[in-house]
């Protein structure tokens, strides 16, 4: 692989990228923090702003987690005009998909909500933070790595480990460009391309739904309604709201 672009060219390329967008305006760039979604309050961003760090060293995820990034991810927090909630998780993971599979040249996967994953393994995730000022929906994508610590070995993979050499700009680049034109798709055209891309269509799982676990074949993913399962009881809908997806970490 080729040098990586260094921080100082950052700004003129992501600028580039801004160009054609509609939503977004103003790009900050910053040399480390702890976790880009802190660093948009701290810089009381704007509508149409977008942080991204070059190194990201408290990242975390949705549901209290962490997220992994350093200097091998990317890290990007996007801020709009409060009041599109609904819509903002699954325009992130459309924004995601779109420019993982720019720099892949192949189809990925997501998993709903909006995780983005290729051969099983995570790519990127999407958290979205609220307030009644802002909204900062962010993309966590991983971009360089080639080796995970010990509690991420087999559970996540990069775009270098799949073969996309590419550097970490150039995919905020696309991150930037796939978020803005993903704000202006319309709704139908972006259900359709979650579904195009949903893993779980026809795989049992267990769902935590209003406090009961409830374990069934998953029929059909409306990504902002709910989720149809066939159970042993016969079919039940999970309204998207109130139910989440329970994996291995909740179940020990
Ligand atoms: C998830 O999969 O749980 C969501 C991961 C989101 C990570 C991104 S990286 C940029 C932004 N800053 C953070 O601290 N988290 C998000």
Redesign the pocket.
């Known amino acids: 692989m080729s040098e990586s672009v260094p921080i100082e060219h950052w700004p003129k390329r992501l600028e580039a990228a801004l160009e054609q967008c509609d939503t977004f305006q103003r790009v900050h760039v910053i040399r480390e923090t702890?976790?880009?979604?802190?660093a948009a309050r701290r810089l009381n961003v704007l509508p149409g702003d977008v942080v991204v760090?070059w190194s990201?060293t408290?990242?975390?995820?949705?549901?209290g987690?962490s997220?992994s990034?350093g200097e091998e991810?990317?890290?990007?927090?996007f801020a709009i005009e409060p009041g599109q909630s609904e819509r903002l998780a699954l325009i992130g993971a459309v924004a995601a998909a779109r420019a993982a599979e720019e720099h892949l040249g192949v189809q990925v996967a997501i998993k709903w909500p909006?995780?983005i994953y290729a051969q099983d393994l995570?790519l990127?995730?999407?958290?979205v933070e609220q307030s009644d000022a802002i909204s900062l929906p962010?993309?966590?994508?991983n971009v360089l790595q080639t080796t995970w610590p010990p509690e991420l070995t087999d559970k996540a993979i990069s775009l270098r480990q799949l073969g996309a050499e590419v550097d970490r700009v150039d995919v905020l680049a696309s991150l930037i460009v796939g978020m803005d034109h993903a704000i202006q798709t319309d709704e139908q055209e972006l259900i359709e391309f979650f579904k195009a891309r949903d893993c779980l269509k026809g795989v049992t799982r267990l769902f935590r739904s209003e406090d009961r676990d409830i374990k069934g074949r998953i029929l059909c993913i409306e990504p902002l309604e709910g989720i149809l399962i066939e159970t042993e009881a016969g079919e039940v809908w999970l309204p998207a709201t109130k139910s989440r997806l329970l994996d291995s970490s909740d179940i020990l």
Do not use: E, P, Y
Not at 34 to 38: E, L
Not at 73 to 77: E, H, Q
Not at 138 to 141: F, P, W
């Open positions: 702890d976790s880009t979604q802190d760090a990201q408290g990242g975390r995820g949705r549901r987690r997220w990034s991810g990317a890290a990007i927090t909006n995780d995570k990127a995730g999407v958290l962010a993309i966590g994508m």
